[in-house]
């Protein structure tokens, strides 16, 4: 493959969801064979651990490229880490000539977006559900779950907004929040990556006491008279707005099972926004919830027993009974969302 084909392929594989927009890969290319590096430590530490939310991140860029490759006439292969020392080292790609031809789900790759606006309330269709679950029939070690009862939808919201509370409570969480966020679009422009702020799609009232909360002594005085809790319960009648809400089991917590993860998100994910729905992911909760039952989080009791507390209601309401939920996520019918995050050139050393 020639260099401006192999750079056009990595566009597509890059335009991938990552936590924050934080875009955690680089690559190095020989002439035959595309290594994928992940880049450690750029996740929000709090939320993430044992850098999983990169290899959901690699999972999506992974299918990406999978989905693209037959665009420029090739079919992509890849083995997972194939250096047990080098972790860093995620995946080697190999490319095979076929004629040239386009994947159901390619065009939706630029399309894919995440969409934070409220959506309709409606039921989910059987054909949309049919369609959900054959997307990822084939993607290995990854269960999907789908609720479309209300009363499910309501506790599965409410317990993935919990965690709101949690970060906005916590001050070393929320410092780091704020930290990361690109409040204008000069600095969109300049850095194309991180947490834009408009992506929120906040009104004019919420934008405003967002950007006040982002002073540590304002924020000290927004907890006393119960922010957190306000917005947590806000979020959850958000999240609640949908066709339906779901869930990504996979079978360990090996970090090639948070690639298939991520495999399983994308497909998924493509597959809406070929039906023109949105979505949104809603990660953060499982995240904390593993990290604090396996003894690994700094949570307060308080915060720490509220997080079991939620992560128990979403895996009861999803109807989880064993496996791992990876992840949660919303869909359904919204307009479109008002802005797009940028991506940065992808980072290629030709060796
Ligand atoms: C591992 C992972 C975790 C994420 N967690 C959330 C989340 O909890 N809430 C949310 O609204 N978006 C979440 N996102 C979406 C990212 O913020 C989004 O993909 C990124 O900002 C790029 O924007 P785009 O998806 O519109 O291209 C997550 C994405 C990934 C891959």
């Given at each position: 493959?020639?260099?401006?084909t ?83 080292l ?53 269960e ?47 850095k194309?990556?991180g947490?834009f ?17 982002s ?46 993860a ?67 996520f919303?869909?359904?019918?919204a ?17």
């Amino acid at each position: 493959m020639d260099k401006s084909t192999l750079i056009e392929l990595l566009r597509y594989a890059c335009r991938a969801p990552s936590g924050d927009n934080v875009q955690p890969w680089r690559f190095t290319w020989d002439g035959v064979r595309l290594s994928i590096y992940n880049v450690p430590g750029v996740h929000n530490p709090y939320l993430d651990f044992e850098e999983r939310g990169s290899y959901i991140a690699h999972g999506a860029l992974l299918e990406n490229l999978r989905i693209s490759a037959p665009h420029y006439g090739y079919n992509m292969e890849f083995e997972l880490f194939p250096d047990t020392k080098h972790t860093e080292l995620v995946a080697i790609c190999s490319f095979s000539r076929c004629a040239k031809n386009e994947d159901e789900l390619f065009f939706a790759i630029k399309e894919r977006v995440t969409n934070r606006r409220p959506y309709k309330i409606r039921e989910l269709t059987e054909s949309e559900e049919s369609t959900l679950y054959k997307t990822v029939a084939n993607v290995s070690g990854t269960e999907l779950y789908i609720a479309k009862n209300r009363k499910s939808i309501q506790k599965i919201a409410a317990s993935a907004s919990g965690v709101e509370k949690i970060i906005l409570e916590d001050e070393r969480m929320a410092e780091h929040l704020f930290s990361k966020i690109v409040w204008t679009d000069k600095e969109d422009r300049e850095k194309k990556s991180g947490f834009f702020i408009k992506t929120m799609e906040f009104n004019f009232v919420q934008r405003f006491v967002f950007r006040l909360a982002s002073k540590p002594k304002i924020m000290y005085f927004l907890r006393k008279i119960g922010l957190p809790s306000f917005i947590a319960k806000q979020d959850a009648v958000l999240y609640s707005s949908n066709a339906g809400m779901g869930g990504i089991v996979i079978s360990d917590e090996s970090a090639e099972s948070f690639i298939f993860a991520g495999q399983a998100l994308e497909r998924i994910w493509l597959t809406l926004t070929n039906m023109q729905l949105a979505f949104q992911p809603l990660i953060g909760m499982t995240f904390v919830a593993y990290k604090t039952e396996t003894g690994r989080g700094d949570l307060k009791d308080a915060h720490a027993k509220q997080i079991e507390e939620d992560f128990k209601n979403a895996k009861e309401s999803l109807g989880v009974t064993s496996g791992i939920l990876a992840m949660l996520f919303r869909f359904g019918d919204a307009e479109k969302p008002s802005v797009r995050t940028r991506r940065r050139d992808p980072d290629i050393t030709f060796v």
